[in-house]
């Protein structure tokens, strides 16, 4: 999808992230990543194998939290290692390819984690934190244009998967799960342009602003040209190509 190579910048591989955070701090307390490599057209090629683990905050985790994700004050205190460790454990993964990769995330939330684990930790990686943060793209962000609910609103990564008719596989805030999920997403979302294609005419219906397929409709109004609803396919699968 040319909307997509914007993005990508001809990028072989995709890391695909996913952090769980304390409930007042918002402080990392676990972390997901999963190296995907892509073919020439975007698509996945490859889901590589992942890594987890989890982070000693210096904030409680909060009942919320423990409740929605299943991790303890004692799994932290078990498996838990530093924010530095955990940033050095993403670099060690991403391997040579660390500078080379888009770091993707289901949302913004994730990069807050970030940046308040960074504000409570004395020591780690400044220029890996800024790797990630520099080169982040936000997928639901990016889907969010094309596809939405029936209120416009943006859907949770489960529901955009049931959108392409994939279950999610895993546990639900796993953040190895979700960023596997996550991977998924993405390739459907390239995969599948006629699903999307269909969504989308659904946004454009409900769109307050005139969205760059309908501002082209408008053009060859203005000259006099007949249109159809054929017509308007026809731009819409050029503008997702």
């Excluded at 918002?26 to 020439?40: D, F």
């Excluded at 993403?90 to 949302?107: A, D, M, P, Q, W």
């Excluded at 939330?109 to 890996?128: E, F, G, P, T, V």
């Amino acid at each position: 999808m040319k909307i997509l190579n914007k993005v990508l910048k001809r990028r072989l591989h995709l890391v695909f992230l996913d952090f769980e955070g304390t409930q007042f701090s918002h402080e990392m307390i676990a972390y997901g990543a999963v190296i995907a490599s892509l073919k020439k057209d975007g698509s996945i090629r490859r889901i590589h194998k992942g890594i987890k683990g989890y982070v000693k905050p210096t904030n409680k985790i909060g009942k919320f939290v423990t409740d929605l994700t299943n991790i303890t004050e004692e799994t932290l205190n078990k498996k838990g290692v530093s924010f530095e460790e955990a940033i050095d454990h993403i670099h060690s993964y991403c391997g040579r390819n660390f500078e080379k990769v888009l770091f993707v995330t289901f949302g913004d939330h994730d990069i807050r984690i970030l940046n308040q684990s960074a504000m409570h930790s004395k020591k780690y990686n400044k220029d890996y934190l800024k790797q990630i943060k520099k080169y982040h793209f936000d997928l639901s962000g990016f889907i969010n244009n094309y596809i939405k609910d029936e209120k416009n609103n943006s859907y949770s990564l489960e529901n955009y998967l049931k959108v392409f008719n994939i279950e999610f596989s895993g546990e639900k805030h796993d953040p190895l799960a979700d960023a596997i999920n996550l991977a998924h997403l993405y390739n459907a979302f390239v995969r599948n342009k006629k699903i999307v294609s269909e969504q989308y005419k659904k946004v454009l219906l409900n769109f307050k602003k005139i969205p760059a397929p309908l501002v082209e409709l408008l053009k060859k109004l203005k000259e006099e040209e007949k249109v159809s609803i054929n017509d308007l396919e026809e731009i819409i699968n050029k503008h997702l190509s």
